[in-house]
């Protein structure tokens, strides 16, 4: 069988960007109005509120293959949740349709920051996942945000140092044993859910990538300030 990934360049695909409907409609005007001053030439914004579904669906069933060709290791019942709550979608398709990657996203208005809840990239393709977060800069660095943040497992984490993300803190993902509930928590705090019956699954570390280190009323970014770097 032949596993080698299929090469993508700039003239193969394009992105999307859909709205989560399930959100009340106060945040969807905000969020709206959000990416309404983004525009950027190989990005395609949706306005269709059945898009986010739609794409949803298409992405669940994909995991019907054997490969688990998105999001491996990451649990489906976790996935789902992310769906949920995600303020939007980001996908990157292919000139056939194909969906090559896509991207959970949350746009924190207050405190200027994007926040990436999940980035999975079809396993047949290279550097889909590279391609994914150039993008997410380039649209916080449009809305004039400081900041891009996420939790990284244990794995992951030199990948996002490559792209210049660094880890400010250390946290632990904890399941409980008789509901299968998943909580990320900072390490120092963790032992108090273990005593609760909860298990650390993984390690990880929250990453921060700096669109600027100031903000516009010259004082520091208040995410910042609340950090302590611990690695």
């Given amino acids: 069988m032949n596993n080698q ?3 993508i360049t700039t003239t193969d695909y394009h992105f999307f960007l859909s709205v989560n409907s399930n959100k009340k409609p106060l945040l969807k005007k905000k969020i709206t ?7 950027i030439s190989n990005l395609l914004i949706l306005d269709d509120d059945s898009q986010y579904n739609s794409t949803v669906e298409e992405i669940q069933s994909a995991r019907l293959f054997p490969e688990y060709i998105f999001c491996k290791n990451i649990h489906i019942d976790d996935i789902d949740t992310m769906f949920d709550k995600a303020h939007i979608l980001l996908e990157i398709r292919l000139d056939d349709n194909t969906i090559a990657g896509f991207s959970l996203i949350d746009l924190e208005t207050k405190d200027k ?12 393709y290279k550097k889909v996942g590279t391609e ?3 993008m997410v800069k380039e649209i916080t660095t449009q809305l004039g945000y400081n900041e891009i943040q ?18 400010y ?4 993902m904890l399941e409980r044993v008789k509901s299968g ?9 963790s032992r108090e859910f273990i005593k609760r019956g909860y298990e650390c699954t993984d390690n990880q570390c929250l990453m921060v990538y700096k669109i600027r280190g ?4 010259g004082g520091r970014s208040k995410t910042m300030k609340k950090r302590r770097k611990t690695c």
């Fill in 150 to 167: 996420l939790h990284t497992v244990t794995d992951a984490i030199e990948f996002y140092k490559r792209l210049n993300f660094k880890c």
């Fill in 5 to 7: 990934k299929i090469n």
């Fill in 181 to 189: 509930k998943i909580v990320v928590v900072n390490t120092e705090t």
């Fill in 214 to 217: 100031m903000n516009l009323n």
């Fill in 132 to 134: 994914l977060i150039n």
């Fill in 169 to 172: 803190k250390d946290s632990c």
């Fill in 113 to 124: 920051h994007t926040y990436i809840h999940l980035l999975c990239a079809n396993s047949n």
């Fill in 33 to 39: 109005q959000q990416l309404s001053k983004i525009n």
